[in-house]
Nanobody, 126 residues
Framework: QVQLAESGGGLVQAGGSLTLSCVGS????????MAWFRQAPGTEREFVAG????????NYADSVKGRFTISRDNAKNTVSLQMDTLKPEDTAVYYC???????????????????WGQGTQVTVSS
């Protein structure tokens, strides 16, 4: 079992920045791909960014490419999401997720991920 805990959410004005963190406990996250998803009210949970176990491969949703950066520190059992140039449409609950299956690239589908955090709210005001 692994527990994931997100932090770093909050209220920010459009154009601002936030950094989200996700800390794993119970087992090491280092062998596993990790990802960030988000869900706005009335919408389905959507992929934001993913990173392979060694950090060498990342992928991003088109809507955040160039603005968000995913990274990880396996020694600290942590994955982060740096969010810059935030827009009101980035408002959502952000979740981190862990994929137990070894892959070359992080998957984008929610059903590929085995463990989820509780989420952290990000609100971007216009």
């Amino acid at each position: 079992q692994v527990q994931l805990a997100e932090s770093g959410g909050g209220l920010v004005q459009a154009g601002g920045s936030l950094t989200l963190s996700c800390v794993g406990s119970g087992r090491s996250i280092s062998p596993h791909a990790m990802a960030w998803f988000r869900q706005a009210p009335g919408t389905e949970r959507e992929f934001v960014a993913g990173i392979t176990w060694n950090g060498r491969s990342t992928n991003y949703a088109d809507s955040v490419k160039g603005r968000f950066t995913i990274s990880r520190d396996n020694a600290k059992n942590t994955v982060s999401l740096q969010m810059d140039t935030l827009k009101p449409e980035d408002t959502a609950v952000y979740y981190c997720a862990l994929d137990l299956t070894p892959r070359l690239t992080p998957p984008r589908a929610t059903y590929e991920y085995d463990y989820w955090g509780q989420g952290t709210q990000v609100t971007v005001s216009s």
